[in-house]
């Protein structure tokens, strides 16, 4: 099982969000961890911005990775959110973003969430993968398009 699997829920698998910009989006995604795991969503909301005020989450090709730091969290936990409509994200190739891998980690967060935003990243740098989770219909497709994927064996 790849890093991102292991930490997101089917359940926060979501599609067809409405979501018209980026604070509407991380508002969504706090409402999602509220909901399902009761981490309040003004901490997500407000980590997440301060992520992204560092420099933007958006990787291009209509992807981001908006991750943030939360107090009190014992692991790390995921969450996809794919929008209704792309949103300007101001991602390296301008491109707008429709699909979206959450990461929260611990506030002492070490190298294992270096090492998830790795391999969430090398997952989304493969583009048909990157197009079937854009495209897939359904929350319980894309979940099953995640946790089926494999990453390089690293030989070290």
């Known amino acids: 099982m790849n890093r991102l699997a292991a930490i997101l829920p089917a359940s926060n698998v979501l599609v067809n969000v409405d979501a018209s910009s980026k ?24 980590n997440l911005f301060a992520r992204e005020r560092l ?24 969450a996809v959110l794919r929008v209704q409509q792309p949103i300007g994200f101001d991602a390296p190739d301008d491109e707008a973003v429709s699909l979206l891998i959450f990461l929260l980690v611990p506030e002492a967060a070490t190298q294992r969430h ?6 969430i990243a ?6 048909e ?24 064996k690293s030989v070290a």
């Open 23 to 46: 604070k509407r989006v991380f508002e969504q995604a706090g409402l999602l961890f509220e909901n399902n795991h009761t981490i309040s969503r003004a901490l997500v909301t407000d």
């Open 55 to 78: 420099g933007s989450t958006g990787l291009g090709h209509g992807v981001a990775i908006p991750h943030g730091r939360i107090k009190g969290l014992k692991n790390p936990l995921a």
């Open 114 to 119: 270096l090492e998830i935003l790795s391999e």
């Open 122 to 127: 090398e997952m989304l740098s493969d583009r």
């Open 129 to 152: 993968l990157r197009e079937r989770l854009k495209t897939e219909p359904d929350a319980a497709g894309v979940h099953r398009l995640i946790a089926a994927w494999e990453p390089l």
